[in-house]
């Protein structure tokens, strides 16, 4: 008697939704995140992945104009830093812009794969957000930094080594799917998105609101608390896909945690020789030690939401404990 398979093997090819597929399962009970056979109708009245169709509401609810953001007095803040914080805070926002940049890039390529309405609204949902994210970050250029300086901000990303070869590092391992899609590479894929949004982005918003903490650039960080707040909404989201694409698949958890696990130490450790070399150490009230501990830590908090071993052992509690406080929107 054949052995019948349980959701996607590791090496199973992925296949993109049709654009409207009349043969598809109406059943809810047959609907899966990926490798199932949708419709491609969007209609919520009963979703399947509550938890998704949840994130899609609060996410829609968190919608703002970043040309409303008061960025006038900045370009003052911005002048009184010394020449090394100007470079610190140019350098940090570059990276932000390219970061955010991968991701949007990235949500676009991963998106037609989702074969459940209410999970591609929240994907559509985040790539929108990805794009406010960017508007945002340019009003804070266009404010906060002279013209002359600008044109570099936009174009560290390839004129820097250091630089260039961080965003490597995260492109080749979002550039895995492209090149050989498969199940068991989109599921790192969203592991890698997690670990950008989860661990890489916030470690260099320390960097920025560190700043604020010291009373400079304060209305740039109260901007970038709504990107936070977004970014935060995409990780807690990004966790319950994986479980769920995991519980639904689970032969694609054979070898994931011992491949996740290089991956993203390789990621981390790339991340934090980056992120030295934007602070030089003199990030206000950083060390370059602090930022790495911190960064490893949202690493861990990763790992055990995905039932992994710690990647760093020994690192308790926060390392930078005024963060979330800083971080939080006050209302």
Aim: with cysteine.
């Amino acid at each position: 008697m054949m052995e019948t398979k349980v959701g996607l093997l590791p090496k199973d090819r992925m296949q993109r939704i049709f654009l409207f597929n009349e043969n598809g399962d109406k059943w809810l009970s047959r609907r899966k995140v990926i490798g199932g056979s949708t419709t491609n109708l969007v209609a919520f009245e009963s979703p399947k992945y509550v938890w998704a169709y949840n994130s899609y509401r609060k996410m829609v609810s968190y919608t703002f104009s970043p040309s409303e953001f008061n960025l006038d007095r900045e370009n003052r803040d911005f002048a009184a830093l010394s020449d090394l914080e100007r470079k610190i805070f140019t350098r940090n926002l570059s990276s932000l812009i390219v970061l955010e940049s991968m991701l949007l890039a990235d949500y676009e390529v991963i998106s037609p794969y989702f074969t459940a309405p209410e999970i591609s609204a929240v994907m559509s949902s985040a790539v929108f957000h990805e794009i406010l994210h960017s508007d945002t970050y340019t009003q804070i250029v266009t404010h906060a930094i002279p013209e002359s300086l600008r044109e570099s901000v936009y174009e560290m990303w390839r004129t820097t080594e250091w630089f260039k070869s961080r965003n490597r590092k995260i492109n080749d391992a979002f550039y895995r799917f492209i090149k050989d899609p498969s199940a068991g590479n989109f599921l790192l894929n969203i592991i890698v998105s997690s670990l950008v949004v989860g661990a890489v982005l916030p470690t260099e918003f320390a960097v920025a609101f560190s700043f604020s903490r010291h009373n400079r650039l304060i209305f740039s960080t109260n901007a970038l608390k709504f990107v936070y707040r977004d970014l935060q909404e995409q990780y807690s989201f990004f966790i319950k896909l994986i479980l769920e694409i995991i519980s639904e698949n689970p032969h694609l958890a054979d070898g994931l945690e011992r491949e996740a696990s290089d991956i993203m130490k390789d990621i981390i450790g790339e991340e934090t020789d980056f992120i030295h070399n934007v602070s030089e150490g003199m990030a206000p009230g950083l060390t370059d030690f602090t930022l790495t501990r911190f960064c490893q830590s949202l690493a861990n908090r990763l790992g055990k939401s995905l039932g992994f071993q710690t990647l760093y052992p020994g690192i308790s509690g926060s390392p930078i404990p005024w963060f979330d406080s800083l971080a939080e929107i006050k209302k």
